[in-house]
């Protein structure tokens, strides 16, 4: 279903755009993830899974490109676009739209700092790709540091004790890689390029990092096995291992003289997209309320009759505005300011994560019985939003992290 | 090689459409449009015509001043320009295909593409009506179509099956469902659609009279299918097959 927005700018661009990844989503993603959530992992991404029939359609019009900038080869999107679109494709189904939003992640990093040679080597060839043969993933939480890497400007950061699993040493012009990268990388284990957030100069602990684009067939890479997992099942996760992969100076985007910087930059992306997602995965929850709530007849009345599921629709109906709302702005914020303000993404990210779950958990108690099985969607949803309390940060680290920046930065000035 | 298209802005065909309390129309709120589905494959296949063989395709809206939605749908699918008929309304089928006559008169197009019928009101008459006011001939239900040279070789769905003619260019084709399936919109190309040209015209500045030569005076809803029963005996059942059903 459509949705109002609430946005009296809205112009006839971002509403064709709108309708136009709903399509997408509709068509083309519901089907789709359907069928990869009732397959196994490695089903997922046979060669002749339906995963690469979507991965190809959304790159022959454009979707893996959302994030880039035009002069790279990117589009023209507007940040509201950005989040309109992404908000469709994430009720089309959250697992596909992660993985097109990871596939950019090397991309993306790169084109923060854009140096020529990155938009060269790796940029220009991604947004160029029309058939899924590049796809990008980001390599940041190992099995020891899950939430905390995620904490820029944090004590925890810098306390030298933490020592990381994957470290890149200077080593003549290049640098050599050892370690691994967890099993929850997106993407991981059919990825051809990672952007790989790593421990440079352990005397900073997490805080020392480096940001590189690399590709992953360099000798000494290898990969485990994709994930199985309760939900978003139709997005590939699996460990990247680095076995002295020797790479070009090059490749380093950001060393950890900014690490902390970048870090906080690009979480403040990534936790407010996460919010986009939560508020399109809660919308869809709510549609299929709605359109079971209408039909299902229960003591001689439809569902929607009854005072207590007007008051639970209700509920459910402020979380999906709500969540829009505080995404939507902060995200267009931080993409468009130089010292994101990270505190807004991460309640994007808590709030509506926590949200998106709730709406799709009490979703299913209005479904009853039938919400239960597979004939419906809503069970595939309520498994995929269970994922996000959790993914992207964990909603109990990132409150401790977001309130930390409360308490060093509130309020922050205007302008 | 030049091609009009046409795309009509209709009702979206997932929505539960409501008759008005006194049969003069539909209940017009809360509901969404899309390009009718048949024009959509109608512009596909001009724009595969064109990937081909080179040359430009126009989308036509004839309708109210929203119908330019749907023109920018066209657009956004790769069309290179619009003309907008803002006639305030939907037009009878005959004003829509004297309209489009006059049109293919100024643009002198190799080729017309409509949508066999727009899904609204269903009427199948505009590509037959068009081709008999140019004096053009006309290939309709194309479940194919071949261009060479100044030929268009078009598979036709008819009941008895599958009719092939070759028909000479300028023509009109109305396209069948099974002729494409038209491409979804790519990201760029909505962005650039808003920078090509969508032209405005009104059917006077046409100098065509949309007078409506039919009318409609009232809808209503088919009788609701009533649940079935079960009868005594065979002659209860002839006397309710003859008098009720009146099947026999």
Redesign the interface.
Known sequence: M?YLDLDLTLT??DI??KK?AH??AK??MRPIAKKLDEMTPEEVIAKDSPFWDFMR?AY????H??LIPEPYGG???TSKQQAI?YEELAWGSVGLTVALGVAAFPSFGASLVAEEVLIEKIIEPFCACKDASIIGCWGITEPDHGSDTLLPFHPIFSDPNIKAQCRAKADGDDYVISGQKSAWVSCGTIATHCALFCQMDQSMGMAGGGIFAIPLDLPGVSKGAPLNKLGQRDLNQGEIFFDNVRVPKENLIVGPEAYEAMLDITLSTTTAMMGIFAAGIARAALDETLEYAKNRVQGGKKLIDYPNVQQKIFHMFSKVETTRLIARAAYIYNQNTTTPAEEYSNVAKVYGCQSAFDVCNDAIQIFGGNGLTKEYLIEKLFRDSRAMLIEDGSNDTLAIGGGHKVIETYPRMDG | MKILVTAKRVTDPEMKIKIKEDGSGIEMSSLSFKVNPFDEIAIEEALRIKEDKGGEVIVVGVGSDKAQTEIRYGLSMGADRGIHVNAGSDPDSDAVARILAKLAEMETPDLVILGKQAIDVDDNQVAQLLAEYLGWGQACFASKVEISGNTARVEREVDGGIEVVDMDLPGVISADLRLNEPRYPALPAIMKAKKKEIKKVTPSDLGVDITPKVVVTRLSEPPRRKSGRIVADVAELIKALKEEARVL
């Open positions: 459509n006839e661009e064709e755009l136009a399509r997408f068509e083309v359609k022959a019009l454009g979707y490109t959302i589009m023209d999107l679109i």
